[in-house]
């Protein structure tokens, strides 16, 4: 699976063109080669560069292509795959639409109306999340390739989660509050959890120890890289709870 990376390639490789070096470094990351095998093969790019002022696109022709032609052995990088990643966003997300919603019926009639809408657009988020973890390779390939085609495919994605809401507003459930606060908060733990121990420690792209490739001579062995991407990871797992949280304080507000 693709792992976050706080390391720029042009860190590594200056004498690269940072288009190419991106391109490259992303195919790499989506053929699940790992980051100090990234790291070795752009350090091999910038020595040429450096070493004959050739640029990397007539040196080594198209990167993605240049990319597959090395044959990198594909060795999943730390944590526990795709499913968990994805089953850990669904948990959350789920919990981001319960929790605010419980909090801001709290005070009140202590029971939570669910619209038809609502459910639709929860359902269809969802569906989208897992086909996002599914298809995540093809869509960041568009994302860099065309970039237009990626953002239309967004643009329709939100509008089929949001307009079921603001179409269908006759509730179609009453659910205690209290149950689904509880639940909600279950849910939102779980899914941290399955999360951050998926996402792993990072491996972020860093010349391997021993290797005779350059590296970053503020960072020699990549810890920086390395502490930097375990912060990032960490941070990623904190970004719904964190949501939750803000959203149910304005809902508790709201309430009152």
């Known amino acids: 699976m693709t792992r976050p990376s706080p390391a720029d390639p042009s860190a590594l490789a200056p004498h690269v063109d940072k288009g190419w070096a991106d391109a ?16 070795d ?19 080594f022709d198209e990167p993605v292509a240049y990319a597959r032609s090395l044959d990198l052995p594909a060795v999943p990088a730390e944590g526990d795959g795709v499913g968990p990643v994805v089953l850990g966003s669904v948990l959350q ?7 605010p919603t419980a909090v801001g019926v709290l005070g009140g009639t202590g029971a ?24 995540h390779g ?6 860099v390739h065309r970039p237009v085609v990626a953002w239309l495919v967004v643009v329709a994605a939100m509008v ?33 959890v399955v999360q951050h121990r998926a996402l792993g420690e990072g491996d972020p792209v860093v010349a391997p ?43 508790w507000v709201t309430a009152g």
């Open 160 to 192: 089929a989660a949001v307009l079921p809401a603001a179409l269908w507003r006759d509730p179609v459930l009453a659910l205690p509050a209290a149950g689904v606060l509880a639940v909600g908060l279950l849910l939102l733990i779980a899914g941290a």
């Open 138 to 143: 093809p869509f960041l390939r568009a994302v």
């Open 41 to 59: 093969a752009l350090a091999e790019v910038e020595a040429h560069c450096r070493d004959s002022g050739e640029p990397a696109a007539e040196a």
């Open 209 to 251: 120890a021993g290797s005779t490739a350059a590296s970053s001579p503020a960072d020699p062995d990549g810890a920086d890289a390395r502490r930097s991407a375990r912060r990032t990871t960490t941070a990623l797992s904190l970004l719904v709870p964190v949501a939750t949280v803000l959203l149910s304080a304005l809902a």
């Open 112 to 135: 939570v109306e669910v619209a038809g809408g609502v459910l639709v657009t929860a359902v269809v988020t969802l569906v989208v999340i897992a086909l996002l973890g599914v298809a």
């Open 93 to 99: 997300v789920a919990a981001l639409f319960a929790v």
């Open 24 to 39: 490259f470094v992303l195919e790499l990351r989506l053929l699940d080669v790992p980051g100090d095998r990234i790291g």
